[in-house]
């Protein structure tokens, strides 16, 4: 199931948790890397496809959509 939201969660949509975390694309720098490591951020490789995630939890590695107005029925 996909989660989305407009702005980033304050408390995971699946388990609840506070540990949302913004998913950084493109080569990290070394700021992002000592970032990932410390669980601040989530590293989300190299590929963009369009659609990513744009939040994830850290602790159910649930990912968050951001929600388009245009994607609205
Ligand atoms: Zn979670």
Known sequence: MRHFSHQ??????KC???KVVN????EP???????????KIILGGC???GNDPYWACIDCKAKI?????????
């Open 16 to 18: 609840g948790s506070p």
């Open 23 to 26: 998913i950084i694309y493109g």
């Open 29 to 39: 720098s070394y700021e992002a890397s000592l970032e990932a490591e410390a669980g």
């Open 47 to 49: 590929i963009i496809k």
């Open 8 to 13: 980033k969660p304050n408390k995971c949509p």
């Open 65 to 73: 959509f951001k929600r388009k107005f245009r994607t609205y029925p």
